[in-house]
């Protein structure tokens, strides 16, 4: 069975969400565990990747520089597209996931650690600079 079928029960339980929402929240996942798993000094001369669990404000914040790394100035408009306004509607999605059986979380993980994590209106803006080159 492919992604899109898996998630098309979910999406039937709560279409609030695409399944691009979806998409890209799983694979902010993997971004925001490949950001995390960086090597870490160990003693003097060795490296080791050290694992970290993604907590639901890693989430938020990997989701947001994977959404302005891929998309630039469109991210705000193309993730409000799918569904995405707020991160609290990351949480949801990964919650709806976590229903399904598709992720899993630590007793520690709460629905509210997605809430107001950053203003997308305020995270998804950036100083573009534009340079021209003088007409002569």
């Known amino acids: 069975m492919s992604l899109r079928n898996d998630l098309a029960g979910i999406i039937a339980r709560d279409p609030?969400?695409?399944?691009?929402?979806?998409?890209?929240?799983?694979?902010?996942?993997?971004?925001?565990?490949?950001?995390?798993?960086?090597?870490?000094?160990?003693?003097?001369?060795?490296?080791?990747?050290?694992?970290?669990?993604v907590t639901g404000r890693d989430l938020c914040e990997g989701a947001r520089r994977l959404a302005l790394d891929q998309y630039g100035l469109m991210a705000l408009g193309i993730l409000k597209l799918w569904g995405l306004r707020s991160t609290s509607d990351i949480g949801d999605v990964v919650y709806n996931l976590i229903e399904a059986g598709d992720l899993e979380k630590t007793p520690t993980d709460e629905r509210s650690h997605f809430d107001d994590v950053f203003d997308f209106e305020v995270a998804f803006r950036r100083e573009f600079v534009l340079t021209l080159d003088e007409v002569a």
């Open 16 to 53: 609030r969400y695409s399944y691009h929402a979806y998409e890209f929240v799983f694979e902010a996942l993997e971004y925001t565990k490949a950001l995390k798993s960086r090597p870490k000094p160990r003693g003097r001369s060795r490296t080791a990747t050290v694992p970290r669990h």
